[in-house]
C-alpha cells in the first residue's frame, strides 16, 4: 500500500492515464481485476471503459444500486461477499468506476478487504472528479450520518477522463460545479471570477478547469495530508451542508439533494456568518448568493427543519469535544478554520437565505 505523507496519489488525464494503466498492470500483474460500478455506470459508463482496457487479466465486474442512501456497510458486506465468492485475493486489485459514492465506497472496502488491497479510482462525475481525486479518503454513511465510517488510504492512481461528463444531467454537473465554486472561494480570488462567470465558459474550458481544482485540492492535502489543519478548509460549506443532505435524504417530504446542491445552500449560509463574525465584505455575500440562487435555486426550509438540521451538525467530523467547528472566510481566498458559532447566528443565516 501506497504511505500517504508526504506524497499524494496521482492524478492522470485521458489517454495518458490509461496508458499509465496499462503499464501498471503489466509490471504488477494482479491476479484479477474487479471493476466497481452502480447502475448508472453499468448502463452508462462500462462499456467505453472495457474497450479502453488492454489485458488479459481475468476481469470480473460488480455491480451497486445508485445513490447516497446505498453508501453504508450493507452495501460493503454484500461486495465483500462477492469478492470472496469470485475468490479475490491480497494480489487482486480493483477498480471503481463512478462518482463519488463509488470511489467512496470501493476505496474503503478495497481497504479493508483481506486488510488492503490495492484499488484504482476512475471517476465518472464532476464531482468525483474535483473532489474525490484526490487525498484518499474512503468511507461509508453511517444511518444519515455522512462519512463516519472510513479511512484515508491511497489509490494507486486515479485517471480522469472528462468524455464521462457526457453521460451526467445538467443536475449532476451543477452538484460538480459546487465543489469547483468552493475551491475558488477557499483559495483563489481570480479563479473564483473565472468559474463563477459561466456565461464566459464552455465545454472546451472544462479540462483546464477540472485541473485547476484537482491542483488546489492537492496543494492543500500535500501540506496537510490527515486533515489536522490546513486540509479542514476544504470543508468550507460543508458544516451546515452536510446536515442539509443528510436531512433530505432521510425526510420524504423534503427534496432530495445531490452533495453539491447542498454544499451550495451551506456555502451561502456559511459566507452570511464570515460577514457577521469574520466581516467578509458584504457585497462580495450578496454576490455569492446571487451566483449561488441562479445557479441552484432556493429551497425552503421551515423552524422545524432548521433545527433537525442543527442537530445533525453534531456528529460533524471535524467537531473536537463537542464544539461544532466551522470553516469560515475573512475574505475570498483567506479561510480561517475551528470557529465555533453561536446557535442564534446560524437561524440568522437561514434567515438571509430564504428572505433573499
Known sequence: MNDL???????????????????????EMPSKIFILVDSNTYEACLSPFMQKLQTDIPTEVIEIEAGEEFKNLETCAGVWNVLSELEADRKSLIINLGGGVVTDLGGFVAS?????????????????MVDASVGGKTGVDLGNLKNQIGVINLPEMVIIDSAFLKTLSAQEMRSGLAEILKHGLIADENYWKKVSNLAELDLSDLDGIIKSSVDIKAEIVKKDPYEKNLRKTLNYGHTLGHAIESYCLTHSEKKKLLHGEAIAIGMVLETFISAKMLNFPEEKLE????????????????PEDISQIKELMKFDKKNERGIINFVLLEDIGQPVIDKKVPNELIDEAFVFYLNN
Do not use: M, W
Open 5 to 27: 505523507a508526504p506524497s499524494i496519489n496521482p492524478v492522470l488525464y485521458a489517454q495518458n492515464g490509461f496508458k499509465e494503466l496499462h503499464e501498471f498492470l503489466k509490471k
Open 112 to 128: 479493508c478487504f483481506k486488510r488492503g488491497i490495492r484499488f484504482i479510482n476512475v471517476p465518472t462525475s464532476l464531482l468525483a
Open 287 to 302: 454576490s455569492i448568493r446571487d451566483i449561488f440562487l441562479d445557479l441552484y435555486g432556493k429551497e425552503e426550509f421551515f
